[in-house]
């Protein structure tokens, strides 16, 4: 996904916040949302919009203006009825992905079934790497090799297909190395560099975690 779309966070606990600090340092725009005035207050300087609103209310949802919002992360684990209403009331004013925060496999499936796109568990995956695939866009996934270095599986953008890797230059233009090609679910590691990409591939390539955004 690209910063260019706009998130909203409900719940900001510790993994919602680093969410949406995550989000908004990535100069995505963020409505930071949590039913504690003393949470908010302590957020607000780390996310410039954040509001103490009932998010299981649905008058409320709307004047907050989550119909415009591209992507909603609800994290409030602990509170599962307010995690169900949150996530049908933006599926009901077109949020387009909703992702939810889940305390086990169980409410994982529940809050699938009431419309959340994606569910996570957070000893599975951080706020700070969710936030990070949401930033870069075609990203499929994002492993952190070292603060500075990143290896992710890159989707094949449509003016790239019919172009081999020597044409691209992907090194050159973005600073990435390819090191495997994925099509068909098997990764292919020897790489013919005149062979013409195809967009049903994805690349998985190593880069600078700092130059990422310029492959949005």
């Known amino acids: 996904m690209s910063s260019k779309q ?14 949406a600090r995550e989000l908004a340092a990535g100069g995505a725009e963020v409505l930071a949302v949590d039913m504690d005035e003393d949470i908010v207050n302590a957020a607000i300087a780390d996310i410039p919009y954040c509001k103490c609103a009932n998010v299981t209310d649905p008058e409320v949802m709307r004047q ?15 509170n599962l009825e307010a995690s169900v209403m949150a996530t049908m009331l933006c599926k009901e004013l077109g949020v387009k ?20 796109d994606r569910t996570v568990l957070p000893e599975s995956e951080s706020g700070v790497r969710l936030a990070k695939n949401l ?4 990203l499929i996934d994002l492993i952190e090799l070292s603060p500075d270095v990143s290896m992710v599986e890159l989707d094949v953008r449509p003016e790239w297909a019919g172009k081999s890797l020597r044409e691209l230059d992907l090194r050159r233009k973005y600073g990435i190395n390819v ?5 068909d679910g098997a990764a292919h590691v020897t790489i013919d560099p005149e062979k ?8 998985v390539v190593i880069a600078n975690t700092a130059r990422l955004s310029k492959l949005v």
Do not use: H, W
């Not at 992905?97 to 959340?116: D, Q, Y």
């Open 196 to 203: 013409p990409l195809q967009t049903s591939m994805q690349l």
């Open 179 to 183: 090191v495997a090609i994925m099509q």
């Open 135 to 138: 930033l870069t866009s075609g």
């Open 6 to 19: 706009s998130y909203a966070v409900f719940g900001l606990g510790r993994y919602g916040r680093s969410v």
């Open 64 to 78: 907050l203006g989550v119909a415009n919002v591209d992507v909603a992360i609800i994290s409030m684990a602990g």
């Open 97 to 116: 992905t909703v992702i939810v925060k889940c305390s086990s496999e169980m409410n994982c499936k529940i809050l699938s079934k009431v419309g959340a």
